[in-house]
């Protein structure tokens, strides 16, 4: 029982983080590998908005929020615009750089030590027992909520929302929608936003829970595998994916500790081999990128 | 490749003149002052000194290859920094298990990065761009998790310290002479790599990074020559990190992190894409960039609190430089070279003459 709780918390985890993945590929065919980076910083921003509001925590989340949508849009606007039709390894490397730079600010600013954002918004996190004996950090619950919430959303959003229906097409064929008239920049930026603002909060549940360190940032790298299992451009691939990822993970650690941080990845390997463009991602993809 | 402009016209009038590696009078003097420059540095330098430009040559082996293989052959890998573990790796533990002397582990490095090489370019096969990006640094993260078994299990929880080697019976424990030693290993890499690059496999792997469908049509057999470039590469990389363990006498899986990676695509990137001189600049460039900015923190008023994160500061100005590389000069160091050496060529004039006379 207490397996099965471990596992749907480590897959929510990885769903959250890893729907910032896909959203980003799917509209604008660039792999960020500064998600986990992003996302890190969302948890320290959380960290210094909690000194302002100190008993307000609902206030203190939404206001982290909004500012790492912000660090998104900001990245796209001042950043990955200009590398918008660049070689596609242009664009990775400029989120690898943008990652080892924030990696190196984030320390400057908020030193390497281990921080508690939950302590310093007065926060604490009681286990809830579940039937069957099994436990559940109150952190650890409201996460896997707010993954399903966050998905939700996504879906609809995509499905029906105005917007959503733009970067649809913007990331199927970018040149006609341009033509209908589609803004691709805002476009673009949105999705930045929307996946730096997943990405940060899943960051902020994950330091509520159990404290923040620059080692977030593994974290955020392991779950790239989880969006690639599914398919990169497909959600519900990426929800999937989250969920084999998680599994294999929380049952092989039981055979070696070590193995913790490679698992995700050799699960990748082994999909890469099998089946390259993931579960549900489309298979013409290869040949684009 | 386009080669720089040498002579100002084509003066080619026999087989041989095009077989050769070096074609002015002016080159050949100058290319022999600096590499008679080089020899003579360790007598004048200080320790310090010395090490850093062994550093230097340590890092321009791996970039030399990682050129051959993102510049040249349009392969993108980023597990470089587990090869360079593979390297390292299998030295210290034929040092530790067998106790195997420097003869035997250099050429097990190269075997075991060549047979690396195969395993880290089988997806290439099927895979293009991101997709190969994403297998290798997989492939990365693998290699990592090995080296930190072994040192677990053996109980080396620190790493692995490895004895000097020796060299018809001296012991290579003194700088100059390792500053000898490497700088005679990137010599040869870049002598492989210059040669390797104006045959028949540089042509063919010219082409399929051009465009792969259009070299398969044109004969090129694209899979051996990816596996090729990545067992080359691979190997290079692993004889590389072999020297640095030696040279560091110590191994920890700790050094190789996904960081050193990125560094070593700086160095191609700062260098410059697709020159072998620019993988040259970006090693100078990238491996004296950290001592430049706890230079520059001491110099500077005001930042001498930042002082005691230097590794920090470090990762944080690597990224800006990084993105401004690529942001305002993709071309790299080498770009900037180019166009100083145009400015002079053409003086007085400022641009080319349409049809590019005089290339």
């Known amino acids: ?289 | 490749m386009s080669s720089p402009p040498r002579a100002s016209g084509y003066f080619r009038t026999g087989y041989a003149q095009d077989f050769a590696l070096v074609e002015t009078r002016l080159r050949r003097t100058s290319l022999a002052v600096f590499a008679l420059l080089l020899v003579c540095y360790p007598l004048i330098a200080s320790p310090f000194g010395l090490d850093l430009a062994s550093q230097v040559f340590l890092n321009a082996i791996g970039a030399l290859a990682l050129m051959l293989l993102t510049g040249y052959a349009g392969q993108i890998s980023l597990g470089h920094a587990g090869l360079l573990a593979a390297g390292a790796y299998t030295t210290g533990i034929m040092f530790r298990e067998l106790s195997a002397p420097f003869w035997l582990t250099l050429p097990a490095s190269a075997l075991a990065g060549a047979l690396l090489g195969v395993v880290f370019g089988l997806p290439s096969l099927r895979l293009r761009g991101l997709y190969l990006a994403v297998s290798t640094l997989a492939l990365h993260f693998v290699v990592a998790y090995l080296g930190a078994e072994y040192e677990t299990r053996r109980g080396f929880s620190t790493g692995v310290t490895i004895d000097p080697p020796s060299l018809f019976g001296h012991e290579l424990t003194d700088g100059r002479l390792w500053y000898l030693v490497l700088l005679a290993f990137a010599a040869a890499t870049l002598l492989i790599c210059v040669n390797l690059i104006r045959s028949r496999t540089g042509r063919a792997w010219n082409a399929l990074r051009s465009r792969e469908t259009v070299a398969e049509a044109l004969g090129i057999p694209i899979a051996s020559y990816k596996l090729i470039a990545f067992v080359i590469t691979s190997a290079m990389t692993s004889v590389a990190g072999c020297l640095f363990a030696y040279y560091r006498g110590f191994v920890s899986i700790e050094a190789f992190s996904l960081f050193l990676t990125i560094q070593y695509f700086a160095m191609v990137i700062i260098g410059g894409m697709g020159s072998l001189l620019g993988a040259l600049l970006g090693s100078v460039f990238v491996t004296l960039f950290p001592y430049l900015i706890e230079g520059a923190l001491h110099a500077l008023p005001g930042m001498e609190r930042y002082a005691s994160d230097l590794a920090a500061v470090n990762q944080a100005a690597f990224g800006v430089v990084m993105i401004l590389f690529l942001l305002f000069e993709p071309l790299g160091l080498v770009g900037i070279w180019r166009r100083i050496q145009n400015y002079f060529l053409l003086w007085p004039f400022r641009y080319r003459p349409v049809g590019g006379g005089g290339r």
């Open chain 1, 1 to 289: 029982m207490q397996l099965l709780v471990n596992i749907i918390v480590l897959s929510a985890i990885y769903a959250l983080i890893s729907c910032g993945y896909v959203l980003i590929y799917r509209v604008s065919r660039v792999l960020n590998l500064a998600h986990g980076e992003l996302m890190m910083l969302g948890a320290y921003i959380l960290l210094t908005v909690a000194s302002l509001f100190t008993q307000n925590a609902a206030a203190a989340l939404a206001a982290a929020l909004a500012l790492s949508l912000a660090v998104g849009l900001l990245v796209y606007l001042f950043l990955m615009r200009k590398m918008t039709g660049e070689m596609v390894l242009a664009a990775v490397l400029t989120t690898i750089a943008l990652g080892i730079l924030l990696r190196g600010l984030v320390v400057l600013i908020w030193s390497a030590q281990q921080q508690y954002p939950a302590q310093a918004l007065g926060l604490d996190n009681p286990p809830i027992v579940l039937p069957g004996g099994a436990r559940i950090s109150t952190f650890a619950a409201i996460l896997v909520v707010a993954t399903g919430l966050v998905y939700a959303a996504l879906f609809t959003f995509l499905r029906f929302g105005r917007w959503g229906v733009r970067m649809r097409a913007a990331g199927q064929n970018p040149l006609l929608a341009a033509q209908r008239g589609i803004n691709l920049h805002v476009i673009y930026a949105l999705a930045w936003g929307l996946s730096t603002l997943t990405g940060a909060l899943a960051g902020m549940l994950i330091a509520l829970d159990s404290g923040l360190t620059g080692t977030m940032v593994t974290i955020g790298l392991k779950a790239f595998p989880a969006a690639l299992v599914g398919g990169l451009d497909s959600l519900a691939g990426a929800l999937l994916g989250s969920l084999i990822v998680g599994t294999a993970e929380v049952l092989l650690v039981y055979v070696n500790p070590l193995l913790s941080d490679v698992v995700p990845f050799l699960v990748l390997i082994a999909m890469l081999i099998v089946r390259p463009w993931g579960l549900f991602g489309t298979r013409e993809e290869l040949d684009r990128v």
